[in-house]
């Protein structure tokens, strides 16, 4: 049975900046627009941090049951290591997705932008069929896509226009920095599990396009990521004008982007996952100032 670490082990906590940085970012941007509402903020964030945990569940979940965990590197893998039975991991999944709908209802109650409705379920049947169902999407190279629509786009709009009754070009800029910022976090983990995938049958983009062009293509995300602040700080009728300082974020790039041209494979891929979490807060955290200082 698996103890209580163990079970937080599980829910992946490193990933968690992925379900922080776009909710502070919408926030900014609630703030800057004088709209901001903490009460829909706070439920943005159990809606985010909820649905986080819940994909990694139900990742460990859907990877368990195909054995797909037993030869990984990296985190807890509950049912690999069988430390808890299928089903526990399921109902897990299941009660964090429940906690992120009571939320995301309530932010409904709140803002009244029933808009969040459709994109809230959207955001639950795609977090599941990730790894889950008989073809899930996320074995078939389309796990990015997910994580920069879902922690990128829609976090960031969705925290934002909850607020603000407004979809702008801003929130939208932001959340492909958050996204693509997110995205690199799934490139890093996804190119550590290249060999593992690959004798699985588990074909992730990484595992299509390969070990070089995964590298190329976490640069790409950081690169794109770190232009963004600056594209929205002059971009609109009202710019904030100090958004540029998300863009200072990026230098903390430099220690893993040295580690993945060293070739770093398998668990020496670890510490980057963890610094590239690391610089998606940082750039989160300096956007927001920036955005809020406009």
């Known amino acids: 049975m698996a103890t209580r670490k163990q079970w937080i082990e599980g829910a992946r906590p490193r990933t968690l900046p992925a379900a922080i940085a776009p909710v502070l970012v919408g926030c900014s941007i609630a703030y800057y627009s004088n709209r901001f509402a903490l009460g829909i903020a706070l439920l943005a964030l159990v809606v985010s941090l909820a649905l986080q945990t819940g994909v990694n569940y139900s990742n460990d979940y859907s ?6 965990d037993e030869n990984r590197v990296g985190p807890v893998r509950l049912i690999g290591q069988k430390l808890a039975s299928p089903s526990e991991v399921k109902k897990a999944a299941f009660i964090s997705y ?9 932010m409904v109650a709140l803002s009244g932008y ?23 999407y996320g074995y078939a190279g389309f796990g990015e896509v997910f994580v920069f629509v879902f922690f990128g786009l829609v976090a960031v709009i969705g925290t934002s226009a909850s607020q603000t009754g407004n979809i702008t070009t801003l929130s939208f800029l932001a959340g492909c920095g958050c996204g693509l910022l997110s995205t690199a ?20 983009l990484a595992v299509r396009i390969g070990d070089a062009n995964t590298r190329g293509l976490y640069l790409a995300c950081i690169v794109v990521a770190g ?21 200072l974020g990026i230098l903390l790039a430099v220690k893993p982007f040295r580690s993945l041209m060293k070739r770093a494979l398998g668990r020496d891929l670890i510490p980057v996952l963890a610094d590239t979490g690391k610089l998606l807060m940082a750039y989160a955290v300096l956007l927001s100032v920036g955005i809020a200082l406009s």
Do not use: C, H, Q
């Open 185 to 204: 976090i799934l490139v890093v983990n996804n190119l550590r599990d290249i060999p593992g995938d690959t004798e699985a049958g588990k074909r992730t």
């Open 63 to 68: 990877d368990g049951i195909r054995g797909t």
């Open 98 to 106: 429940g906690i992120g709908a009571l939320a995301g209802l309530g």
């Open 227 to 247: 232009l963004l602040p600056l594209i929205m700080s002059v971009t609109g009728a009202n710019p904030p004008k100090f958004a540029g300082l998300g863009t």
């Open 114 to 136: 029933y808009l969040l409705l459709p994109v809230g379920l959207a955001a639950i049947v795609a977090a599941w069929f990730y790894t889950g169902g008989p073809r899930p």
